[in-house]
C-alpha cells in the first residue's frame, strides 16, 4: 500500500489578502444573499405544499420528491462542487450557483406551462425535474459560500461569522414562511419561486462586485474516478432511502442498492488512499472534531427536517389554517434563529464546542417532546414554546458543527470541508423524511380503524388505502362523514407525534456523542496528506 506523501500548505495571511479578498463583512453580505435566496425556497415549498399539490394533481409521493429529489442533487454533487472551488476559484463556482439556481426556480415557478409543451411529461413531473436541477447549482453555491467565508475570517473570528451567518439565514427563514405564506394566499403557489429572481440578480451583482477570488494552487486536477466512485456511492445511498418505504427494507432491490453504495463507498476509499490529488483527502477526517461534527450535523438534519416536513400538512389540513396564518405560526422558530445565533457564536468562544453544542441538543430533545404533545386544536402560544425552544437548540449545533468541520479544514480544502457538511445535512434530511415518514404512515395504518370505530369493518381495503393517504396528507376528502374526517385527523396526529418522539431520542443520543468533540487547532500550515 502506497504511503501517506504530506505537502505543507501554504500560511493562512490575514482576512484583507486571503482568497476572498477585501472586507470580511462585506464578503459575508455578497454570499449570505445568495444563501438567503435557497433559505427562501427552503421555508415556503413547505408552505407551497399543500396548494402544489391541489393545483398539480400531485401525489404523496410526488411531493416527497419535490424535496428528495432536491436533497438526492445536493448528496450526489455538493462534494465533488466543494472541489470545483478549491480547483477553480469559489467566486466563481458561487456565482454560476447563483444564476444557475434562480434561473431554475424561475422554471419551477412555469412547469404547468413547461408541461403543455413537453410531451408525456406532467407538471408534477417538470417541477420534479427542475427541483433537481435547483439541487445540483444549490450544491455549487453552498459549499463555495462556506469557503469564502472561511478564508474571509481566519482562526477564532470564524466563530464570530458563523454566528452572524446563522442570524441571516434566520432572518431569512423567518421572513419566508410570512412571504411564502402571503404569496400563496394572495397570488399563486408558484411566485413563491418566482421571487428567488430578484434575490439571484442582487446576489450577482453584490459577489460580482465585493468578492475577489483566486483560487489555491496546490491542486491542479480533478479526481475524476473519485467523483465517479463518490457520486455513485452517494446516489445509491440517498435513493435506497428515497425508496425503501416504498419497496420495504428487507426487499432485494434495497439489499441491492445498499450492497452498491458499501462496494462504491469501499473502493472511493481505497482510491482516495492511491490518488496523486484524490478528491477528499482521507487525512481530513483524522481530526476527531470533523469526523463527530459530520455525524452530529447529519443526526441533527435527520431530526429536524424528517419531522418539520409534517408540520404544514398539520397547520393546513388537521388545523385549517390559511398558508399565511400556517407561516405566522412557524415565525417563532425561524425569528429565535436571529438572536440564538450570533448567541451560539459568543458561547462556542466562551465555553467550547462540548459544552455549548450538548446544551443545545438537550433543548432541541426538550423541544422537539413538546411537539409530540401538541393537541389537534394547539393554540399560538403552544406551537410557539417548542418552536423558540428549538431554534436555541439546533443554532448552537448547525453554527458549532460547521465551525469545527470549515474551520478545521486546511484552506486549500475548504471547498471540500463545505461539501462534507453540506452533504452530511442533507443525507441526513433524506433520512429523516424517509424514516420519520415510513413510521408515521405505519403509525396512520396501524391506528385508523380504531378511530374508525366498527365502521371500519364495513369499509373495503382498497378504499381503507384511499383513506390512509389522506390522512398521510392530514386533510379529509371532501364528503366524507365528520366521523371519518375526525379519525383521519386522529391518525394524523398519532403518526406526527410519534415522529417527533423517534427526533426526540435521537436528539439525545446525539447530545451524548457531542460531549466527545473538541474544538481542535486551526490548520494553517499544517501538513495536507495527498494519497
Do not use: C
Request: net charge neutral.
Amino acid at each position: 500500500m502506497a504511503h501517506a506523501k504530506a505537502v505543507e500548505a501554504p500560511l493562512s495571511p490575514g482576512p484583507a489578502k486571503t482568497g476572498t479578498g477585501g472586507n470580511p463583512w462585506l464578503v459575508l453580505l455578497a454570499v449570505s444573499l445568495g444563501v438567503i435566496m435557497v433559505m427562501l425556497d427552503g421555508t415556503v415549498v413547505g408552505i407551497a405544499n399543500p396548494s402544489i399539490q391541489a393545483d398539480l394533481k400531485a401525489s404523496m409521493s410526488d411531493l416527497q420528491w419535490v424535496t428528495s429529489g432536491y436533497l438526492l442533487a445536493l448528496a450526489v454533487f455538493l462534494i465533488t462542487a466543494g472541489k470545483l472551488g478549491d480547483l477553480f476559484g469559489h467566486k466563481r463556482v458561487f456565482l454560476i450557483g447563483v444564476g444557475g439556481f434562480a434561473l431554475s426556480s424561475v422554471g419551477i415557478g412555469l412547469s404547468a406551462q413547461l408541461a403543455d409543451i413537453i410531451p408525456g411529461v406532467t407538471p408534477a413531473g417538470v417541477l420534479i425535474g427542475l427541483r433537481v436541477l435547483q439541487g445540483l447549482f444549490g450544491a455549487l453555491l453552498q459549499p463555495a459560500a462556506l469557503a469564502l467565508l472561511r478564508g474571509a475570517f481566519p482562526g477564532e473570528r470564524l466563530n464570530q461569522a458563523m454566528g452572524a451567518w446563522g442570524a441571516i439565514i434566520g432572518l431569512s427563514s423567518a421572513a419566508g414562511p410570512i412571504v411564502g405564506g402571503l404569496l400563496v394566499e394572495k397570488v399563486s403557489w408558484e411566485s413563491v419561486f418566482f421571487i428567488n429572481a430578484p434575490v439571484g440578480i442582487a446576489a450577482l451583482v453584490l459577489g460580482f462586485l465585493l468578492i475577489k477570488d483566486n483560487r489555491v494552487q496546490t491542486f491542479s486536477r480533478v479526481d475524476w474516478l473519485g467523483v465517479l466512485l463518490l457520486s455513485g456511492a452517494m446516489f445509491s445511498l440517498v435513493w435506497t432511502i428515497i425508496k425503501a418505504p416504498e419497496w420495504g427494507w428487507g426487499d432485494t432491490t434495497t439489499l441491492s442498492f445498499v450492497g452498491a453504495f458499501v462496494v462504491l463507498i469501499a473502493a472511493f476509499i481505497f482510491w482516495q488512499s492511491r490518488a496523486r490529488q484524490p478528491l477528499v483527502p482521507l487525512s481530513l477526517f483524522a481530526n476527531r472534531s470533523i469526523s463527530i461534527g459530520t455525524f452530529l450535523m447529519m443526526m441533527v438534519a435527520f431530526a429536524m427536517f424528517g419531522a418539520m416536513f409534517f408540520l404544514g400538512f398539520f397547520f393546513q389540513g388537521v388545523h385549517g389554517l390559511s398558508p399565511l396564518e400556517a407561516g405566522l405560526r412557524m415565525l417563532p422558530m425561524s425569528a429565535g434563529m436571529i438572536v440564538a445565533s450570533p448567541l451560539a457564536g459568543m458561547l462556542l468562544g466562551r465555553l467550547g464546542p462540548k459544552v455549548t453544542m450538548a446544551g443545545g441538543l438537550v433543548i432541541t430533545a426538550l423541544s422537539m417532546f413538546l411537539m409530540s404533545q401538541l393537541s389537534i386544536d394547539a393554540s399560538f402560544i403552544e406551537s410557539a414554546i417548542p418552536f423558540v425552544l428549538l431554534a436555541f437548540g439546533l443554532s448552537p449545533v448547525f453554527v458549532g458543527a460547521t465551525e469545527i468541520i470549515v474551520g478545521n479544514a486546511p484552506v486549500e480544502l475548504s471547498g471540500v470541508a463545505g461539501g462534507v457538511q453540506q452533504s452530511a445535512m442533507q443525507v441526513g434530511g433524506a433520512l429523516g423524511t424517509a424514516i420519520l415518514g415510513a413510521v408515521m404512515a405505519a403509525e396512520i395504518s396501524s391506528r385508523l380503524p380504531g378511530h374508525l370505530g366498527p365502521a371500519a369493518q364495513a369499509i373495503p381495503a382498497e378504499q381503507m388505502t384511499l383513506l390512509e393517504k389522506a390522512a398521510a396528507f392530514g386533510q379529509a376528502p371532501a364528503g366524507v362523514p365528520q366521523q371519518i374526517g375526525d379519525a383521519l385527523h386522529n391518525s394524523f396526529m398519532d403518526g406526527m407525534h410519534i415522529a417527533f418522539l423517534v427526533s426526540t431520542g435521537i436528539a439525545l443520543l446525539t447530545a451524548v456523542l457531542a460531549l466527545f468533540v473538541r474544538s481542535g487547532r486551526k490548520t494553517e500550515g499544517a501538513p495536507v496528506h495527498m494519497g
